[in-house]
């Protein structure tokens, strides 16, 4: 063993084996099917059992911290609700995300019962404790998918714990009330600091930065957030350990008067008073939460003259946020945050231990220096193969990139500080403004030029499958465990496995046919997307003005399929470019068997009647205006499709005929109706 290695064993990390039974238990939750969930059950029960009357005492502890983490998911387990049919409800918005043209939000009803609802062009900001009154159609909270790799929404509805969703406009949505107590007086804090940041004479850039780093806001622009992961310092824009501990320093200087006239115990509580509510007022994301609650078993340590293992804190801050919020665990930040911490936690000792045995080992300034550069490159090294597998790229030069950053982050988080400050109580400071300006021109600068430096990895170059990870991993800690020990033979194997994963992961490739399409339910309308060689198209009867929207949707939600096909989406554009007219206005697809009319005019009703009277897919979109029971017996082997992009009274209108007929219809186009290479399925 080396020299001032910290030899941690089990019994000194208590919580290791129980929050390991915890994570497993949710997971089972999450990924099972219900019955595995029951059976799991069962089995950590019995093992609970066995392990007792075997006087197993950590065994013990792991089923029962197993069975602790799925009566968790159980309490937290959305209610069901009745889909497919039109519903007025009300609740309070617990999620706000606003996407600018729309705004995304968590309906709460009470009872468990949670509604995931995308509102289009509502002309006010929604705020977390609103009161609301949506009328809309309910669906299932998992969206079916047509798309290959398409996101289906399901991360989304497991971590917020939806019951069902709903899209609706501007028309069927009403805010009851705003915000009320503390929730009230939290958002007008939190309102009242951003505006006075970007109302301080900042850059429209540099203020929205400094209401991500210090407020977890995102309003910036995409561009910069490509640029910042590029670069490896997306961890700069969302709130961390970093940020917490910063603030705490600063917190610590504020205070140091208070310490030196003998209140540190006040300085302490005041400190853990004024942690707790800045992660209230952030939103209590889990990177921040973990944070705090380490800092709060420091603090509460040094209240009672105990110090506690900085490994045992950081377990107990993933016990508590699982404890309270079981779908967390699913969630990329709570996943890289542990990680980042433990990788820091467990590799920085024994490289330190080296460091002591040099030369310049015991001086401060090496010290301190190397903290500044390995302290990044461990956390980076950690978290790299899950956030290659998370977001598909790996940032080669991130340490060019993290030597400065990690400098210029405290100091644009406490000038930060200063700037809201100064702009709640209307100062001006002009000198500290342009300073602020200039560190974020330096940290963009340096994002820009480390991101396009020749070797880093595009976004599709990282899509493999998620048990890959486990070797990678498995040979990390082989190198960790051979480091620290001294034994050679682990290194090496180790350093085999890693390497040999990361081949096996990059060697990975789909076998995908040269030309195929899809069906594509969106919004505003219903789509085709189209593949030819890397070139993607989006042939959609929604109006013009929504295109754009559409498009930022498929870069969102297509992702995965555009990624794995390594193709660009080129553009979105009107059926009317497909290259077969039908009468005056209207247009039909067809590719093999099927056959797919875009109804768009009552006077081409009857154009295709024969052509289609085999069956397919009559689509009445936005531009019909006839009689709904007149297409019904033209097209009577057909299926009927009433587009989205068709008005909601008049498509409410036209379904009511239609089920008063005893004819049925569908709300979109059905995944079924894509005919494809079956290599791709």
């Given at each position: ?21 915890m ?5 089972l939750c999450g990924?099972?099917?219900s019955?595995?969930?029951w059976?799991?059950?069962a ?6 059992i066995?392990s007792?009357w ?21 309490v ?5 609700v ?11 918005l617990v ?7 729309s ?7 009470g009872?468990?019962?949670?509604i ?5 062009d ?5 705020e ?5 009154e ?5 669906l299932p ?13 399901s991360s ?13 406009s ?8 705003d915000a ?10 939190r309102?009242?600091?951003?505006e006075g940041i ?7 850039e540099?203020?929205?930065?400094l209401?991500a ?5 995102s309003?910036?622009?995409p ?14 824009l969302?709130l ?11 917190l610590?200087?504020i205070?140091?008067p208070?310490e030196m006239a003998?209140?540190r115990?006040m ?10 509510g800045y ?7 889990p ?6 609650t ?6 509460v ?10 490994m045992?804190s950081?377990?107990?801050?993933a ?16 996943q890289?945050?542990f ?18 045995d ?6 401060w300034?090496?010290?301190t220096l190397a903290?500044v550069v390995?302290?990044?490159?461990v956390?980076?090294v950690?978290?790299?193969p899950?956030?290659a ?8 030069w991130?340490?060019v ?11 644009a ?14 100062w ?11 560190i974020y021109?330096?940290?963009e600068?340096?994002a820009?030029?480390?991101?396009s430096?020749p070797g880093?990895?595009e ?12 070797l ?5 800690f ?7 020990g001294g ?14 994963s990361v081949?096996?992961?990059?060697a990975?490739?789909?076998?995908v ?5 899809y ?14 060689g890397k070139d993607v198209?989006?042939?959609?009867d ?15 939600r ?5 990624g ?7 553009d ?8 077969e ?20 005019d009552?006077s081409d009703?009857?154009?295709?009647a ?9 689509i ?6 006839g ?6 017996s033209?097209?009577?082997r ?30 979109n186009?059905p995944?079924e ?9």
């Amino acid at each position: 063993m080396r020299p001032g290695v910290h030899n941690w064993e089990i019994s000194d990390l208590p919580l290791l084996i129980p929050v390991g039974g915890m994570t497993g238990g949710i997971a089972l939750c999450g990924l099972g099917a219900s019955t595995m969930v029951w059976t799991g059950a069962a089995v950590f029960m019995v093992g609970i059992i066995l392990s007792i009357w075997r006087k197993w005492p950590r065994v013990v502890f792991f089923f029962s911290g197993g069975l602790l983490g799925i009566a968790a998911w159980m309490v937290a387990l959305p209610s069901r609700v009745e889909t497919g049919t039109i519903d007025k409800f009300r609740g309070k918005l617990v999620s706000v995300y606003d996407y600018g043209v729309s705004q995304r939000v968590v309906v709460d009803m009470g009872g468990n019962r949670r509604i995931g609802v995308t509102v289009h062009d509502f002309p006010h900001k929604l705020e977390v404790g609103d009161s609301v009154e949506v009328r809309g159609l309910l669906l299932p909270a998992v969206a079916p998918v047509s798309v290959p790799y398409e996101a289906d929404g399901s991360s989304f509805a497991r971590n917020e714990m939806l019951s069902a969703r709903c899209v609706v406009s501007e028309d069927d949505f009403r805010l009851i009330a705003d915000a009320s107590g503390m929730r009230k007086i939290l958002n007008r804090l939190r309102d009242t600091v951003s505006e006075g940041i970007r109302h301080s004479g900042l850059r429209q850039e540099t203020a929205a930065f400094l209401c991500a780093v210090l407020l977890g806001e995102s309003d910036i622009e995409p561009e910069v957030r490509e640029s910042f992961a590029r670069s490896g310092l997306s961890h700069m824009l969302a709130l961390s350990g970093t940020h917490v501990s910063t603030i705490a320093f600063m917190l610590a200087f504020i205070l140091m008067p208070v310490e030196m006239a003998g209140g540190r115990k006040m300085r302490l509580v005041v400190t853990l008073v004024f942690l707790w509510g800045y992660a209230v007022l952030t939103g209590m994301s889990p990177s921040v939460v973990r944070a705090v609650t380490m800092a709060s078993f420091l603090i509460v340590g040094k209240l009672s003259g105990r110090y506690p293992n900085p490994m045992n804190s950081l377990l107990g801050a993933a016990m508590l946020i699982l404890l309270f919020r079981p779908s967390a665990l699913f969630l990329a930040g709570f996943q890289l945050s542990f990680l980042a911490v433990a990788g820091i936690l467990l590799a920085m000792p024994p490289v330190m231990a080296v460091l002591n045995d040099t030369r310049w080992g015991s001086k401060w300034g090496t010290r301190t220096l190397a903290n500044v550069v390995l302290l990044p490159v461990v956390a980076v090294v950690a978290t790299a193969p899950l956030s290659a597998w998370h977001f598909h790229y790996f940032p080669v030069w991130f340490l060019v990139a993290n030597l400065p950053a990690a400098i210029l982050l405290p100091v644009a988080l406490c000038g930060g500080c200063l700037v809201a400050v100064a702009g709640v109580v209307g100062w001006h400071v002009s000198l500290l403004v342009r300073g602020m300006d200039w560190i974020y021109n330096v940290m963009e600068l340096v994002a820009k030029v480390s991101g396009s430096l020749p070797g880093n990895m595009e976004t599709a170059d990282f899509y493999f499958p998620g048990w890959i990870l486990v070797l990678i991993y498995g040979g990390m800690f082989l190198i960790w465990y051979g480091w620290r020990g001294g034994r050679k033979v682990y290194l090496i194997n180790g350093g085999v496995m890693v390497v040999a994963s990361v081949v096996v992961a990059l060697a990975v490739r789909p076998v995908v046919p040269p030309d195929e399409w899809y069906v594509w339910g969106v919004n505003r309308g219903t789509a085709l997307v189209w593949r030819e060689g890397k070139d993607v198209v989006i042939f959609t009867d929604a109006a013009s003005k929504y295109h754009p929207e559409i498009k930022e949707q498929a870069q969102v939600r297509l992702a995965g399929f555009l990624g794995r096909r390594r193709a660009e989406l080129r553009d979105v554009v009107p059926v009317s470019i497909l290259p077969e007219r039908v009468g005056e206005h209207s247009f039909l697809w067809k590719d093999r068997d099927c056959r797919i009319l875009f109804l768009m005019d009552k006077s081409d009703v009857g154009c295709l009647a024969q052509e289609l009277e085999g069956g397919g897919y009559v689509i009445v979109s936005a531009g019909f205006k006839g009689d709904i029971c007149d297409v019904a017996s033209s097209y009577p082997r057909c299926c009927l499709v009433l587009s989205p992009s068709i008005p909601p009274v008049r498509r409410r209108k036209y379904a009511r005929l239609l089920k008063e007929s005893g004819r049925s219809y569908l709300l979109n186009l059905p995944p079924e109706a894509s005919r494809y290479s079956p290599s791709t399925k």
